[in-house]
């Protein structure tokens, strides 16, 4: 039995990251974005990494897999998880870990919100401990989902003027 002495209680706030973005595109584009490999290798991750591997088997249950490669030519630790929740158009959710050992994981809710073929788009990420937090917010994981989201906006309008095109 461990000693109460060393038990460490974390709250989920603690933990959590909130971020929150508005797009001029109906909810079904972004999550099209999100749902299909060759969207996803065009805008997922920071500017300049892109996704060199991704593989994925968008339904409940299934998984994916994606490496990132720097701009030196350099491929990231591959990452990925299974997918736990879909709503079509207005959530999913899914767990992600780096394939190390021991590594932890975390939980990642996007919410999708439309009013007026705009869509608020919400990233919540709640990692497996405040250090796990902590180490990823100081690793830039905020301006990281942020460049992500600046390409996901890019994509988004490019899919728009296909359709109507």
Known sequence: MSNPS????????????????VF????????EAYGKPEHIQRWFGPRGWPVTLCEMDFRVGGR???AMTGPDGTR?????????????????????????????????????????GRTTLTV???????AMRNAHMGAG????????????????AAMQEEESS
């Open 6 to 21: 060393e038990q460490v209680a974390e709250s989920t706030a603690d933990r959590e990251v909130v971020i929150t973005r």
């Open 24 to 31: 001029d595109a109906p909810a079904r584009l972004l999550f």
């Open 64 to 66: 994916y897999r994606f």
């Open 76 to 116: 990231g630790t591959p990452f990925g998880g299974e997918y736990l929740e879909i709503e079509p158009d207005r959530k999913i959710v899914y767990d992600n870990a780096f394939e190390t050992p021991g590594a932890e994981r975390m939980i990642v809710t996007i919410t999708f919100e439309e009013d007026a």
């Open 124 to 130: 919540t990420t709640l990692f497996g401990s405040v």
């Open 141 to 156: 994981y905020e301006q990281g989902v942020g460049s992500g989201l600046d390409q996901l906006a890019d994509l988004v």
